[in-house]
């Protein structure tokens, strides 16, 4: 296999995960107002599940990986989870969810295999692949996001406040491709494959993938 660049794995894994993208059926049920409030609350119910994990998976890469320029990134990602978090609570309160109700829902297996991938990766795998499975999943997820916003403003009469968990997962932050793709690049310098490393993306789209498949199962 010829040499790689960073770049020229964030732009591959990106044109991998592009070619794979699915038709996302709940957020066009979503956007013509045809999701029940009911299914909402599985939105609010898997996040809740997905946030509290995403959050721990993160720490733990910060906690393996505590040099630069891995160790600072996996902590602001943490500390962004975790400020999510707080912002989920208002989306279930608007679906009249209290956080007894987010802990006691009971959460779909198929929705859950992104947070599974997420924890073991950061259990077992290396801090490039992580970096580039979310810099490559990530405007994906970012335009799910605006769209859910957008439709949960126009159909449910959801407040700014209610809907400020999915605005705020709508855009990365300025500097998150080029810390992610450093991160990526320090991978690659001490020797770690690139094949291993571009594997992670296609996994965990292939698991959000499921996530959505999940919310609209059934839904006509």
């Given at each position: 296999?010829?040499?790689?660049?960073?770049?020229?794995?964030?732009a591959?894994a990106?044109e991998?995960?592009s070619?794979a993208?699915?038709?996302?059926?709940?957020?066009?049920?979503l956007?013509?107002g045809?999701?029940p409030?009911a299914r909402?609350s599985w939105?609010a119910?898997?996040?809740y599940?997905?946030?509290?994990?995403?959050?721990?998976?993160?720490?733990?890469?910060?906690a393996?990986?505590?040099?630069p320029?891995?160790?600072?990134?996996?902590l602001a990602?943490?500390?962004?989870?975790s400020?999510a978090f707080h912002?989920?609570?208002?989306?279930?309160?608007?679906?009249g969810?209290?956080?007894?109700?987010?802990?006691?829902y009971e959460?779909?297996p198929?929705?859950?295999?992104?947070?599974?991938y997420?924890?073991?990766?950061?259990?077992?795998?290396?801090?490039a692949e992580?970096?580039l499975?979310?810099?490559?999943?990530?405007?994906?997820?970012g335009t799910?996001?605006a769209?859910t916003?957008?439709a949960?403003?126009?159909?449910?009469?959801?407040?700014d406040?209610?809907?400020?968990?999915?605005?705020f997962?709508?855009?990365?932050?300025a500097?998150?491709?080029e810390?992610?793709?450093?991160v990526?690049?320090?991978?690659l310098?001490?020797?770690?494959?690139p094949?291993?490393?571009a594997?992670?993306?296609?996994?965990?789209?292939?698991y959000e993938?499921?996530?959505?498949?999940?919310?609209?199962?059934d839904?006509?």
């Amino acid at each position: 296999m010829p040499d790689h660049t960073a770049v020229e794995l964030v732009a591959r894994a990106r044109e991998e995960n592009s070619a794979a993208a699915m038709p996302n059926r709940f957020l066009d049920l979503l956007e013509h107002g045809r999701v029940p409030i009911a299914r909402l609350s599985w939105l609010a119910g898997e996040e809740y599940r997905i946030v509290d994990s995403d959050r721990r998976s993160f720490a733990l890469l910060a906690a393996r990986y505590p040099e630069p320029p891995a160790g600072a990134f996996f902590l602001a990602l943490a500390q962004g989870e975790s400020q999510a978090f707080h912002l989920l609570h208002d989306f279930a309160a608007a679906l009249g969810m209290s956080e007894k109700d987010l802990r006691a829902y009971e959460p779909h297996p198929s929705a859950q295999a992104y947070p599974a991938y997420l924890a073991q990766r950061a259990m077992f795998g290396t801090a490039a692949e992580v970096a580039l499975a979310l810099l490559a999943n990530f405007e994906e997820w970012g335009t799910y996001c605006a769209r859910t916003a957008s439709a949960l403003r126009t159909h449910y009469r959801c407040t700014d406040e209610a809907v400020a968990f999915f605005s705020f997962f709508a855009e990365s932050p300025a500097d998150f491709p080029e810390q992610a793709t450093a991160v990526v690049a320090a991978g690659l310098a001490s020797g770690e494959s690139p094949e291993d490393i571009a594997r992670a993306p296609r996994l965990l789209h292939a698991y959000e993938t499921s996530f959505w498949d999940a919310m609209a199962e059934d839904l006509t």
